[in-house]
């Protein structure tokens, strides 16, 4: 559905005012992960690139610009104010993979899965020689998202 609502973004006739051209047409999405989509997102708009870095996407992901601007709970200072109870509801979530995906904003949750501790910095390693003695073996992962 956002790859086909993309191609209706446009602007024909229209003359910007200078401080506006290349800034439009524009699509603003806002998401948090977890639930339905969860993989879609991230992959689309979160992983390969660093946050808050401007790109330019090539034409077969519809030639825009995109970037990724996390946020975390406390990003939003006026939620703890209007809404003290907010928190407490967010812990309520029954688990805590979630509410941290939630609370800090993180896309790297899996929530439900057999291993819920897991973390980039511990569990991804930077790529290196595999030295010749070491066992070696293969192994499959059918994956939640595209086998």
């Given at each position: 559905?956002?790859r086909f609502l993309?191609?209706?973004v ?5 003359t910007?005012?200078?401080d ?9 999405c806002g ?10 997102v ?8 660093m946050?808050?870095v ?11 610009r995109r970037?990724?601007?996390?946020a ?8 703890a ?10 812990s309520?979530?029954?688990s805590?993979?979630?509410?941290k995906?939630?609370r ?14 897991w973390?980039?910095h511990?569990?991804v ?9 070491w066992l070696r ?5 059918w994956?939640s998202?595209?086998?």
């Amino acid at each position: 559905m956002y790859r086909f609502l993309r191609n209706r973004v446009r602007m024909v006739g229209i003359t910007l005012p200078a401080d506006c051209v290349g800034k439009f047409p524009r699509i603003l999405c806002g998401s948090n992960p977890g639930n339905s989509g969860h993989l879609w997102v991230k992959t689309t708009f979160i992983t390969g690139t660093m946050p808050l870095v401007i790109r330019k996407m090539p034409p077969s992901e519809g030639g825009m610009r995109r970037q990724f601007i996390p946020a975390r709970l406390e990003d939003n200072p006026s939620m703890a104010k209007d809404d003290p109870s907010y928190m407490d509801r967010l812990s309520g979530l029954g688990s805590a993979s979630l509410v941290k995906a939630m609370r800090d904003g993180d896309w790297d949750v899996v929530d439900g899965a057999f291993f819920d501790e897991w973390s980039n910095h511990q569990h991804v390693l930077t790529p290196f020689a595999v030295p010749r003695h070491w066992l070696r073996f293969r192994s499959g992962d059918w994956g939640s998202f595209s086998p």
